[in-house]
């Protein structure tokens, strides 16, 4: 059974940092890409960040590049989101979520690729 815990959100004053971590167990984490997404009250879900399994993939949205990093600790089967200079806007239930296909990136902005979900942890940006 495949579980995903997410955790490290919280609320920051605008400009701040926040680490997110996002542990996995009952797969073997090393072989999936791992993601990133997040949704804000009244929006639709969107992608944040997604890290192949080797680790020389990386994609981000606009919105966050050079301020979001993604990595992965594939011995601790954990991914991790380093936030900084966090803004209002960025407020939102962040999820993580691991490929439905081992060895494969393709595709890794949509969540219909990924099959498994965290339970989401809450960041909120004050101003």
């Known amino acids: 059974q495949v579980q995903l815990v997410a955790s490290g959100g919280g609320l920051v004053q605008a400009g701040g940092s926040l680490r997110l971590s996002c542990a996995a167990s009952?797969?073997?984490?090393?072989?999936?890409?791992m993601g990133w997404f997040r949704q804000a009250p009244g929006k639709e879900r969107e992608f944040v960040s997604a890290?192949?399994?080797?680790?020389?993939?990386?994609d981000y949205a606009d919105s966050v590049k050079g301020r979001f990093r993604i990595s992965r600790e594939d011995a601790k089967n954990t991914v991790y989101l380093e936030m900084k200079s966090l803004k209002p806007e960025d407020t939102a239930v962040y999820y993580c979520?691991?490929?439905?296909?081992?060895?494969?990136?393709?595709?890794?902005?949509?969540?219909?690729?990924?099959?498994?979900w965290g339970q989401g942890t809450q960041v909120t940006v004050s101003s």
């Open positions: 979520a691991v490929f439905s296909r081992p060895y494969y990136y393709l595709g890794a902005y949509e969540s219909t690729a990924y099959d498994y």
């Open positions: 890290l192949s399994w080797t680790g020389s993939n990386t």
């Open positions: 009952g797969r073997t984490f090393s072989r999936y890409t």
